[in-house]
């Protein structure tokens, strides 16, 4: 039997500032670069195990 345990009710401004941490998210991430499949398999590996 599953009970619903939390109860949360978000207001208009709760929901802008998570739009904008979203943003901040999204744009810090944007940095980041994409590495093909061949790519993966050239960098070093760290030991036997990674």
């Known amino acids: 039997m599953s ?3 939390i109860s ?3 207001t208009d401004a ?3 500032e998570i739009d904008v ?3 901040v998210l999204e744009n810090q991430f944007g ?3 994409n590495l093909s ?3 993966r ?3 070093s ?3 036997d195990k990674s």
């Open 14 to 16: 709760d929901y802008a």
């Open 37 to 39: 499949i061949n790519e």
């Open 21 to 23: 941490a979203l943003t």
């Open 3 to 5: 009970q619903n345990l």
């Open 45 to 47: 590996k760290m030991g």
């Open 31 to 33: 940095k980041l670069i």
């Open 8 to 10: 949360v009710s978000l």
């Open 41 to 43: 398999r050239g960098l």
